[in-house]
């Protein structure tokens, strides 16, 4: 069982363009999650989905979109990549979105925008 | 206002010590989980354990064990008789009945424990 998948491991970006993370998970998980991990500030919640077809945002959302057409995907995009989205990317699923459930988590993809 | 505070950045012991991870966490909801994680070099995120704000025992599992203490809205982790494996970052976590759907959890920054040989 693989878990979660996270593609690419890392990318170095131009200010400006498109990029989209994906993340598929193979638990057949309802939620999915994409946090940010920068130093001193441990992880964030940018966006998640507590199901397929719904979306909703976290703390913080700007600059970034998501989509859940299925159960097991849940790619994040920037539309247009700023230095300031410089990070560590992890994406999350669990079995529902309550709060007893514990996430698991990707291997995260480590993004560099010049 | 919801937060988790560890303040202890960065701890080095030598193999076989114990050490404790300090968690301090802020909520006003009665209900909620609290999580930690272990960051190794590797970089992936491994789940350690979950404890609802019911459940005061302090739990127990192998050289690990957790400390809740509602009454000072801590939750610390300690690691006995340490071993170079355990040099990680270590994330204690915070999630409410609040917090509804949202499924956010509210980290600390982190505590990054080098264990030497």
């Known amino acids: 069982i693989a878990g979660i998948t996270q593609a690419p491991t890392s990318q170095i970006l131009a200010a400006g363009r498109r990029m989209t993370l994906r993340c598929t998970q193979d638990?057949?998980?309802?939620?999915m999650y994409w946090y940010r991990q920068d130093l001193g500030l441990g992880l964030r919640l940018i966006h998640y989905?507590?199901?397929?077809?719904?979306?909703g945002k976290g703390e913080v959302p700007d600059g970034y979109s998501v989509s859940r057409a299925n159960t097991d995907d849940f790619p994040l995009t920037l539309a247009s990549a700023v230095p300031s989205q410089t990070s560590v990317y992890f994406c999350?699923?669990?079995?529902?979105?309550?709060?007893?459930?514990?996430?698991?988590f990707g291997p995260g993809t480590r993004l560099t925008v010049l | 206002a919801q937060k988790v505070t560890q303040a202890q950045t960065e701890i080095s012991v030598v193999e076989k010590e114990d050490v404790t991870l300090d968690c301090v966490y802020e909520t006003r909801d009665t209900t909620y989980y609290l999580f930690w994680y272990k960051q190794p070099p590797s970089g992936e995120l491994v789940f350690l354990i979950r404890?609802?704000?019911?459940?005061?025992q302090n739990e127990i599992s192998g050289r690990y064990s957790w400390n809740f203490q509602k009454s000072t809205s801590s939750f610390n982790f300690t690691i006995t008789a340490s071993q170079v494996v355990d040099s990680a970052v270590y994330f204690c976590a915070l999630r409410t009945f609040g917090s509804g759907n949202t499924g956010k959890l509210i980290f600390g920054q982190g505590t990054t424990l080098q264990v030497k040989p």
């Open positions: 404890r609802n704000s019911f459940d005061e």
């Open positions: 638990m057949r998980h309802n939620a």
């Open positions: 999350a699923s669990s079995e529902g979105g309550n709060s007893y459930n514990e996430q698991f």
């Open positions: 989905s507590n199901t397929a077809g719904t979306t």
